[in-house]
């Protein structure tokens, strides 16, 4: 039977008093899965790629203290340059950062950097003064030395 001639039993559209009515044709019936029964020709075809899992989003790290970011590269800066008062400031710096960090609970990173440049400026210091006493022991030595050789 064709789509466009209406079956001996169902009314025409002229018939039922309605000009605008026209046959309606049934929808396709969705695709289905091949059935073992269809055959092993190509089975992969017909898996769906894998859904790409959806991005997780993480919330932004507090900021670093500015101070102790500061601290830490004068405390790395006073190894070359101008070594006793760059430790220093940097121990300043250090000490104001700790209590900034101590302030913003949790909202405000950089105890490592602290520590870090605690450290290295500590460590800087005793560095110059065992070489400051160290070398003021040679000196007196030689004083003594020379003292004694001249008498």
């Not at 091949?34 to 017909?46: F, K, L, R, V, Y």
């Not at 302030?103 to 005793?126: D, E, H, M, P, Y």
């Amino acid at each position: 039977m064709s789509d466009q001639t209406p079956a001996a039993d169902e009314p025409t559209p002229q018939e039922s008093g309605s000009a605008d009515l026209a046959p309606v044709t049934p929808p396709a019936p969705p695709a289905q899965w091949p059935s073992p029964a269809q055959g092993t020709e190509d089975m992969s075809a017909a898996v769906p790629p894998p859904v790409a899992p959806m991005p997780v989003a993480y919330a932004p790290a507090p900021p670093t203290s500015s101070n102790a970011i500061i601290a830490f590269v004068l405390s790395i800066v006073s190894w070359a340059v101008c070594p006793i008062v760059p430790a220093i400031v940097a121990l300043v710096l250090a000490a104001s950062a700790q209590r900034e960090i101590a302030a913003g609970q949790g909202r405000v990173q950089g105890g490592g950097l602290v520590t870090a440049a605690k450290i290295i400026s500590w460590i800087n210091i005793g560095f110059w003064a065992a070489i400051v006493v160290i070398g003021g022991f040679f000196l007196a030595l030689a004083v003594v030395a020379g003292a004694a050789g001249a008498a």
